[in-house]
């Protein structure tokens, strides 16, 4: 674990799925505007790496968010150094693509035990200090969550599961001053599904791009709510 601070008096966020792509570029943007931020990846390398290139104090901690135990661990020790938490960004996620008849067992479970479940987890551990201050989260969807494709039955289902949970979420805990937003991109230029990044990707939604969004949202009044935010690429080839 890299951890570069012990105290805070301002606000602080937690983002799973940090150590590259969207949620490198959330955390760095947070931390840019003053927030103390936990990072978390399944890589140490990749995360601690990450937390020391951000800098401005943040931790770069492994935790797996298919283990609600060590997510819980890793919220309550985020509390512990910086005294409470304002925004958790829920964005770790996986994708593993084939037909029913081809896809494994193994390769469902993870998806769904990732992108799903590991989201319910998450929010489940950070709701308490969450509920302290009346806090913001982040569920990081996709548009694959509205428009299924071939190949898709775990991606798809996580991903309109995830909408699901969200909206649940909107409704439980508005009551508690939690706003949640479902932020659901279009094609993003990211290393994910072993993909690597090009001039090619050009046209693609960046990551950054994400990041800045989320500033924004930030800022919204209190008494609004963008509870589903679709983003998708302005010139997207033509096919």
């Not at 951890?3 to 590259?20: E, I, L, Y």
């Not at 959330?26 to 399944?42: D, E, F, H, I």
């Not at 935790?63 to 770790?92: I, T």
């Not at 805990?173 to 090009?198: C, E, N, W, Y």
Request: hydrophobic residues 40%; aromatic residues 6%; glycine residues 12%.
């Amino acid at each position: 674990m890299t951890d570069q601070t012990s105290t805070q008096g301002g606000k602080s966020a937690f983002v799973t799925g940090a150590s590259k792509g969207i949620g490198l570029e959330v955390a760095r943007a947070l931390a840019g505007a003053g927030y103390s931020v936990t990072l978390t990846s399944r890589h140490s390398d990749e995360v601690e790496a990450a937390a020391q290139e951000i800098g401005h104090g943040a931790r770069g901690v492994v935790c797996d968010v298919r283990d609600p135990q060590a997510l819980q661990a890793e919220v309550d020790a985020h509390v512990g150094a910086f005294g409470g938490l304002d925004v958790l960004f829920v964005n770790a996620g996986v994708g593993k693509f084939g037909n029913v008849e081809e896809l494994t067992v193994e390769q469902w479970r993870d998806v769904i035990d990732t992108n799903l479940s590991g989201a319910f987890y998450t929010v489940k551990a950070a709701l308490p200090a969450l509920k302290r201050r009346g806090g913001y989260i982040f569920t990081l969807s996709s548009l694959a969550g509205k428009n299924p494709f071939a190949g898709g039955a775990a991606y798809n289902a996580s991903k309109f599961g995830l909408n699901g949970l969200s909206e649940v979420l909107t409704l439980d805990l508005r009551q508690h001053d939690i706003k949640v937003t479902q932020i659901m991109p279009g094609s993003v230029a990211t290393f994910f599904g072993g993909h690597t990044p090009s001039e090619a990707d050009a046209w693609k939604i960046q990551p950054e791009d994400v990041a800045q969004l989320t500033l924004d949202l930030l800022k919204m009044p209190a008494r609004t709510l963008p509870s589903r935010v679709e983003v998708r690429p302005s010139k997207p080839p033509r096919k």
